[in-house]
């Protein structure tokens, strides 16, 4: 089994790799210590299972098995049980409580083989909600392109547009695609800062500039930068609603 | 007791009743003792109606005067309905006394003092209804007092409770992980962890216990705090020490400074991939002490927050301990998270 270790405390990696390393079959391919390597290690190296840390810099684990879960089995290693709940729901193989046992580890390696041959099709989008605490709001959004991972606060979103079976997000003048529908996004960002104004528009309230009435019950949004998104008439009653 | 205050009102309504000359005193006390004693227990009654009319300040403007309407006619009411029901009572009682000691006339006579006995009644009811005012707001302000006075015991336990929480567990498992990683590798480096853990534990606990430490115990704490992360988190925790020793006697609230560092690690130094330098500064100012505690921090936006408990907590006991005397400002400026406090020095224990 081709394991990777993504930890950003060198400590941690180092009590990993020294179990492992006793262990017949397994292979470590990579030690990464940050979200963004690990991404780049899944695409490169294509390893059978992650040992993610939770808690790391810029892109957290729940981020990570997001964006790689389809490709790679995960397990868990954190110092906080408050997330075990939510890492069963993602379909994590299994949850290490630091600090743990060489023993416990080769249990956890044991489930992980067993699973390796039946994996069910990846709930990414279960990811998404789980990796939230109940009731908070997405504050930032893990896009991968490639080994390359883009990571872009929600206030700096101007809008969100569903492409097919991808939604875009414009940000910065740019537009980034991820595989995801235009209702998860929408139930997943603050409702009381982005509004779905049309079937395929998500906007941002502060890049509104205007509304324009252009036929009869129906409008047009124009942002900052003079973009023009079109509102349907449920979606103009929305803004409404937002707006007062 | 009540009814004993009630004796010289009886012997005050005897004179009164023989003051017509018609009615001999011993007829008179005969009638009177026995209506004091119900009266007394009428106007007692009246607590319930104070009670519910409230005196209150009437809010400015119009509303004043409909309560003011209120609360005399409620009671002028009262009062005449009381007076005369025991005016009339006192007729019926006379005539008994009349027609069983075959005293002729005695109703007859007391119908002439009734309208003294009337006003009487009516002066008392008045009189009770504003003793229990006075008792009620007696009550009112004692249950205040007792209300102030636990609010201060609770504020009391607040704080030590807040002492207490501040250890986060987690910098605990984290740690141990880091000595289980060591032991192997690095045996001496092991058990320099688990001394320094012990260290910070034991200080932890003993200071907290205390109501002010001198700041040197309170840097050397924050120190040991930072010395155990530095092994967790290796090369990317750099730390800058600039204490000047004219403040290190100076007496602070203890663990006033663990809520600035911990923030500075785990939302500072901890959230970013090449991590920073944490910075601790104490000097004197004036006749106080500046202690300034300055870390790396991500661009905002990009950073989960949830940063700011610890800190309001160290608002809040700096409010609650110096009354305004000290204060603590944080400021985000190019890449800095600064916190400052600025305590009084005190070299003994404010009371």
Redesign the interface.
Known sequence: MRVAIVDDEELARKIVREYLVDLEDVEIVAECANGFEAVKAVTDLKPDLLLLDIQMPRLDGFEVLELVGREVSVIFVTAYDKYALRAFEVHAVDYLLKPFTPDRLRKALIRARGRLDSRQPFPATEVAAAARPPGAHLERVAIRDGANVHVIPVSKIDYVEAQDDYVCFRAEGKGLLKQQTLGDVESALDPAQFVRVHRSYILNIDRLAKLELYAKDSHAAILRDGTRLPVSRSGYARLNAVLK | MYVTAWLPIATLLTQVLTRGGTIGWREAAAIVFPMCLLYSFICQASWYLCRAVPLRIAPPGQRFESETVRLIGSHATAAVVSAAAWVAIGWVWASIIGSTFNISGIASRYVTQMPMLFISGVVLFVIAVAFNYLLITFEVSRKAESKALELQVLAREAELKALRAQIDP?FL??S???????V??DPAGARRMCVLLADFLRGSLKLGSKERIPLVEEMRLAECYLDIER????ARLKIQRDIDPECEACLVPPLIMQPLVENAITHGV????DGGVVSLQAERNGAGVRIVVENPV??E?????GAGVGLKNVKMRLANLYDGDARMDVNQNAGRFRVELQLPCDRELRT
């Open positions: 987690h498992f984290n141990l992980n880091s000595i289980s990683a060591l192997m590798a092994v967790r988190l290796g901890a959230p970013t991939i991500e661009d936006a990009a950073t989960k927050n």
